[in-house]
């Protein structure tokens, strides 16, 4: 049963860089990619960033690419992303994404991922 966790959502002010954590369980080998999406206010959820825990291959949304930092503690099972110098666009529903494979696919990164965090607000002002 895959469960995933994630933490440090909250208030920021605008230019901090926070990190956001997001702990999976559940996964019996490295063979999964974890990463995470967002959705802002009155948009479509999007793709921001994800990492594959086999290999560490990074993929990187349209719109994230400079902008958010991925990266993952394997033994911890722990994906991490930063945003950096946060914006008040960057304001939005964070969700941890999780799918088995080694690599990130397609179907993921188009949002059809098999397990889903509870999602954190991220508030930038």
């Known amino acids: 049963h895959v469960q995933l966790v994630e933490s440090g959502g909250g208030s920021v002010q605008a230019g901090m860089s926070p990190t956001l954590s997001c702990v999976a369980s559940?996964?019996?080998?490295?063979?999964?990619?974890l990463g995470w999406f967002r959705q802002l206010p009155g948009k479509e959820r999007e793709a921001v960033a994800a990492?594959?825990?086999?290999?560490?291959?990074?993929y990187y949304g349209a719109s994230a690419k400079g902008r958010f930092t991925i990266s993952q503690d394997t033994g911890k099972k722990t994906v991490y992303l930063r945003i950096v110098s946060a914006k008040p666009e960057d304001t939005a529903v964070y969700t941890c994404?999780?799918?088995?494979?080694?690599?990130?696919?397609?179907?993921?990164?188009?949002?059809?991922?098999?397990?889903w965090g509870q999602g954190t607000q991220v508030t930038v002002s």
């Open positions: 559940g996964f019996a080998d490295s063979n999964y990619c």
């Open positions: 994404a999780a799918d088995r494979g080694s690599i990130c696919s397609t179907a993921y990164l188009s949002g059809r991922s098999a397990y």
């Open positions: 990492m594959s825990a086999s290999n560490g291959r990074t």
